[in-house]
Each structure stands twice: as C-alpha cells, then as structure tokens.
C-alpha cells in the first residue's frame, strides 16, 4: 500500500483542519487504517485508528477534538482537527494499523 497525506498548513490555536490520505493498492478496504504524528524531538505516536467497520479510538490527548473516518470507494482516510493547540504541532501520518508503511506525511504547525 502507498500512502499519500495531504491538509496540512499554518493554523492558529483554535482553528481547524481536515487531513487526507489517499491510499493506492487493493488492500485498503480490509485494512485498519490509523494517523500518525511525530513532533519535533518526540517518537511517532499514533493519534486515532478505523477499523474496516467504522469503529474509531482517538488517543485521550485529542479525544473530543479530532475525528477519524474513512472512504472506502475513495480509498481516504481522514482526520477533522478541531481546536487545534500548540502541542498538537507535528507532522502526520497516515498508514495501516498496526503500522506498515510509511508514506509522506504532512506537516501541521500550529502558531498564533
């Protein structure tokens, strides 16, 4: 599977934003799909998971700010970020969970 992750930019503390990953190859639909970040310094964590399902798990750290879901016809996974802080500065990943792959991330600051 090739990974590809794209929405990240500049945002203020406070502000939102949606990231996208699109996945190639044909195994997308029965995979566990998870996001991924790694912040200056800090060991890649992972961030929320989907199952093939739709059930979702968010680490408590941004639990009730991002969301997880998926498109299986489109082959994306996606990542709503609201009320972005400081420490939520890093860049991110998406891949199969457990991890396979890692394909380009994207970096999201978020500054005032």
């Known amino acids: 599977v090739q990974l590809q992750a794209s929405g990240g930019g500049l945002v203020q503390p406070g502000g939102s934003l949606t990231l996208s990953c699109v996945a190639s190859?044909?195994?997308?639909?029965?995979?566990?799909m998870g996001w991924y970040r790694q912040a200056p310094g800090k060991q890649r964590q992972m961030v929320a998971v989907?199952?093939?399902?739709?059930?979702?798990n968010h680490i408590d750290d941004v639990k009730g700010r991002f969301h997880i879901s998926r498109d299986n016809a489109k082959n994306a996974v996606y990542l709503q970020m609201n009320n972005l802080k400081p420490e939520d500065t890093a860049v991110y990943y998406c891949?199969?969970?457990?991890?396979?792959?890692w394909g380009q991330g994207t970096l999201v600051t978020v500054s005032s």
């Open positions: 891949s199969t969970f457990p991890p396979g792959e």
């Open positions: 190859g044909t195994i997308f639909g029965s995979s566990n």
């Open positions: 989907i199952s093939t399902s739709g059930a979702t």
